[in-house]
């Protein structure tokens, strides 16, 4: 129950703070790699790691992480498909095998037919997710978005002290 | 409005996440090393893989494991071996590639089969586990085996019901009446065919008028010649059909004869149905040992197909299960490319270890492994393992390098504890106390060839107090107590898929001569029961047969010889009295 609370939290914040849709978009594509991929592979560092640097949202990051990984649980047969398919291509053989023993490379977890898979679905998704994403919260905010933050309940949430913490991390203008 | 790209401000906190990561790496690192090991251990064995401590130093790479213990896959309260303490020589480098290479490995105080508290077993299910498959594949194989059980706990005989419809001289018997009665009326039909009666008749008339007539009486004499021609035909006819019919009896009476050989394979039959102990001496051996020594082989073939599973020949891609984790698994593919590392690969080690720990002082003995890989096409040369010692030869060659594996090991130990043997269908235990175990196994491709032996010149009996005795158990019980010497071979050969058993022992022609003398007396007995069994159901089917043959034999030649008689007679009394009528008188 506090998880979904604090997701409805984040997802609250995210949709009213001050980055610019775009930003917000951005940051819930990352975050659906994160989430739609398993999360141990180093693949993931990387996406954190842009999340954080990159002036996209980190609240629609960590909103999009935690909306897509039951996704991700859901699609993993899809994944395991895709991931199977193209690892056993022989065309690709060849630019495996060099991948394969490649330093580093390995560590990634490519090999492995639900990582392959998902994250080969999540990047393909990602630019469609950005789109839809930013058109949705140009929507939100051009409509009901002023209403919600003059609610209470919306002050509330941004008096928490969780608050602070997520303003660091909050989208630069 | 122009948005920045970056946000450098979060550079200082994704620092000290990054520095925080190196904390818990430097904190966690052994642990975690230390329980992938297990996991990754217990996955590939089959069994329990217990570490107490590890700890890596990448800056010398050098990896020290503690307190290892490998339960055993195939026993519930044992362990494969246990292990003081490995230590690893690793390279570093290869590691960024996912690939473990360990230059060097001391292994000390391993010491094998030792007991321990819970079982260590872990069944893994055939479709997602290596070791679950292979271990089904083992047990599939040694039940192809089929071990006689050996009835001597009662000595008792056995018989099954003679069934009449499978016995061969009831249909012949039958077959042969049927035979006989059509083979009576063809030939009545034949009989009837020759028209004897008016050949007769007319001859007979002939004759008449030739005794009346004079020798200048042309006519008479031309008709007399004409029925001596006739009776010649008639004659003839009936020689035909005496041939007919002599084949005819010699077929009935072959068919009579084989109505004797019919019983005789009823009888050979009915033996069959003897549910007789075994008293042949490999049988016997079999009986006895055959379980213990299956297990054996199956356990070395375990060990084999398990090898081959993670160490197979080739350089093609090939899928394992992926990493247990909340979500699917998958399937990892590995990539293996000529020239380079193998995902795995132990140089060598040089093994310290202990065979009987129980042994006071305990013995220790030194051994080397090398070669040791996940992709020996990479590698480029077989596994190869040795120890040598006072008392104790054992090597092993594991040659997947080519496209057809052959996996070779042999070991021989000598003054080591032997088991207890409960002898398979005998209610009692066969102490070798220490003696020599030999095991020796090849398996090419899928051709088998292994040998299990065991010597000892102090064997200890023990009755089962539990087992009620019978008479025969007690004669055996003192037959095989005055035994102190013991000596088995097993062997199996062929395929996998068609392995042949042979087991013998010393025990087994002590065993089988006894059991002759006891048994013999009432397996003949049983065998008179069951020929007059046989005797009961088939003479009254055989019976009637044999006397309408001879009856049918008899009838027809008499008959024949009957006609043919009249036929000679009337031939016989024209001619005479043609010649009578014809010979010239001198005045």
Redesign the interface.
Known sequence: MLTIVKLLQSLIKALHSEG?PG?LAAGIALGAILGLT?L?SLHNVLIF?LI????VSFAGGMVGWALFVPV??LL??L??WI??TL??TPAF?PF?????????V??T?F?????L?SLVFAVVFFVPLYFATRWAVTRYRATIGERVRQSKWYRAVTASKLYNVYR??R??? | ?S?????WR??G??LL?ALLGAVLWVLFADRIARRSAEKIGTAIVGAKVEIQALHINLANGDVTVRGLTVASPHEALKNLLQADELLADIDV?PL????IVIDRLAANGLRFGTPRATDGRVPGSPESSVSGRVMGEARDWAQRFQVPALQLATGKIDVATLDPRRLSAIPAAEALSARADSSRRAWQTGLDSLRLAATLDSATATLARLRTARATDLAALNEARRAIDQLKQARNRVTTLERRVTGGLAELRAGVAGLDSAKQRDYAFARGLLKLPSLDAPEIGIALFAPTAVAQFQRALYWTQLARAHMPPGLL?R?DA??P?A???????????EH?LPGFLLRTAELSFQLDPTASPPKSYAGRLTGLTSDPALYGRPTLFEASAPAVTAGAMLDHVHATARDTAGATVQGVRIPVFQLASLPMRLDPGQGTVQLGFTLRGDTIRARWAVRSTHVAWARDSSASGSTVTDLLWRTLSGISDLQVDAGVTGTLTQPRLSVRSNLDEAIAARLRAMMGEEVAAAERRLRAEVDRQVDPAIAPVRPRVTVLQTDVTKRLAEQRGRLDQAQKDLEARLRELTRIRLP
């Open positions: 610019t930003q398993p141990v790691a954080v640097m990159l002036n991700g649980f993993d047969p994944f395991d991931g199977r690892l056993f053989t495996f095998t060099s991948l394969y023993n490649t330093p580093v390995p560590l977890n090999n492995n037919t639900v990582t898979g660091l991390f989208p630069e203008a | 409005m948005i920045r790209v970056f946000r979060a550079i906190p994704l996440f480098l960024l590639e996912k690939k891609p899928a992926g990493p984790r979500r699917r698994s998958g399937s990892t593919v590995r990539f293996p490319r380079a």
